[in-house]
């Protein structure tokens, strides 16, 4: 889910983790049916998926025999390395149906890998203090009255509507617009941006309003108060330019090129039998974002707590 960048040009030209880049050769497609060979794994530039990624990734390389490759890659510009090659995995995917259309069912270079585990939520959030204070704010009737809070110097005037990485799915700009409110849509650049305005927010009693997401281990430290846009109902945001309702509930799930699902790789094995919690994701998380270990000390942490549900991703006889 998450806006896109749109790439042109020969390759992908984006640098990948390790100093590799979108376009080198090498994948666990090509690799014999009983080996592992190189697994092009996607990294989305969220803390979440990154989570997913490195236990991924650490089981593949450390209990498979896998070279791992790890991509920094926005999403939409991930699902273009399924045709060629360069992407075999994508790890958390929100929704997307225009893309799984486009790549599973017309171009058949994608497959699903069945759900992560998680269940995603999208929406706009208020610090605890906000809410116990101004108890209302949490309907979205209620906002243009309180407009005049959220002012800053990027929002001209109307009250600013925080977002986090452009490239991240929003519907917030046609939100504002449908539901007539007095707000302008200010992108904070990154999810680390949005967590620290929010920690701020709760710290200085600091009035913010903003795009967020579950699951995301920040809401253990500070409990963010969604706000009440109108109910989702299915195909209400069929329509990207006319939509004024909330976000739907998401199944995260798994996307898979076609040729790394039949090349009989393990990896593929793993990823398809990946599955874990909420609570699992955040923990994880939580190491990488807030107790600063690397996303391979995170992972290898939590597989060594985790031996019986690591178990039952591997490949079996």
Known sequence: MRVVTLVTGAGLL?????????????????????????????INPWVGYEANAAVIAHV???QLGCKVVKKDLKEEVAWQGFATGEVDAIVENWAHDDLKKKYIEEQKVAVNAGPTGNKGVIGWYVAPWMAEKYPDITDWKNLNKYADLFKTSESGGKGQLLDG???????DEALVKNLKLNYKVVYAGSETALISAFRQSQKEQKPIIGY??????FLSEVRLVKVNLPAYTPGCDADPAKV??????????????KRF????SPAYTLVKNFTWTNDDQNLVAKYIAQDKMTPEEAAAKWVADNPGKVKAWLPTG
């Open 244 to 257: 004024a309702c909330d976000y739907p509930p998401y199944e995260l799930d798994k996307i898979v090129s």
């Open 212 to 217: 967020f997401y579950e699951p995301q281990w």
């Open 165 to 171: 990485d452009p490239s991240f799915v929003t519907n």
């Open 261 to 264: 699902a039949d090349s009989g």
């Open 14 to 42: 984006l640098t990948a983790c390790g100093g590799a880049k979108v376009g080198e050769s090498g994948s666990a497609q090509s690799g014999a049916k009983t080996g592992c060979g190189t697994f092009n794994l996607a």
């Open 60 to 62: 593949a390389e450390k």
